[in-house]
């Protein structure tokens, strides 16, 4: 999707390792959100953030860090990936003025937890 | 936190409209409800939003009662490329963080 962008779009990796994911955000907007998505739960939020330096627990944060030192850039980690994290993630932003669910998303990192 | 229920799926064919329900029974003042739309290996992409009565753009159209209880997105005569999962979401513009996403509707639009 235009002006955000997520890196890697896929990756494979052995449990116990740290995963860092990275979404990119060329928009100047102020809140950035992480997702996950599996098979029969929709998407869930993981982390979000209302600014540099600023971030809150979303519904399923357990096993999940995030930071966020640039407007443009919020990084989820997984710092000991485990099998039930494999899944689709994905970032999503919405501008300064938060419409209700007015956010776009990027097009997701799938990731594989072996 | 207001949850939302959505058929898991739906058929349809070419050319036909197609109306999506969704029952939001504990919604709150504030809230608004909005659509979002996503075909495989895509992100969601955010197709309409309203707050009360009809709200209709290039795409589709969203209808919602008196009541707010529920909510029906209206696709007018589908094509094949319609065929996605659409999700209902509500939420206040506030509390956007607090979004439920559910696991939407599959939309199979057949020729």
């Known amino acids: 999707d235009a002006g955000i962008t997520q890196s890697p779009r896929h990756k494979v990796t052995e449990t116990g390792t740290p995963v860092t994911l990275r979404c990119h955000q060329t928009e100047n907007h102020r809140y950035m959100y992480w997702y996950r998505q599996d098979p029969g739960h929709g998407l869930r939020l993981i982390h979000y953030?209302?600014?540099?330096?600023?971030?809150d627990k979303g519904e399923v944060s357990d096993g999940y860090s995030v930071s966020r030192s640039k407007t443009e850039d919020f990084l989820l980690t997984l710092e000991s990936a485990t099998s039930s994290q494999t899944s689709v993630y994905f970032c999503?932003?919405?501008?300064?003025?938060?419409?209700?669910?007015?956010?776009?998303f990027g097009s997701g990192t799938r990731l594989t937890v072996v | 936190l207001a949850k939302t229920t959505q058929p898991i799926s739906m058929d349809s064919y070419e050319g036909q409209e197609v109306n999506i329900t969704c029952s939001h029974n504990n919604i709150a003042t504030n809230d608004y409800i909005t659509w979002y739309q996503q075909f495989p290996s895509q992100g969601p992409r955010f197709i309409i939003q309203g707050y009360k009565t009809k709200v209709t753009n290039e795409v589709a159209s969203l209808f919602i009662p008196a009541d707010r209880k529920s909510s029906t997105l209206s696709l007018p005569r589908v094509s094949l490329s319609d065929t996605a999962v659409y999700y209902c979401l509500v939420g206040s513009l506030y509390n956007f963080n607090k979004f439920y996403f559910g696991s939407g509707t599959k939309l199979n639009v057949k020729p």
């Open positions: 999503a932003i919405s501008p300064l003025l938060p419409r209700a669910g007015g956010y776009t």
């Open positions: 953030s209302y600014g540099v330096k600023d971030t």
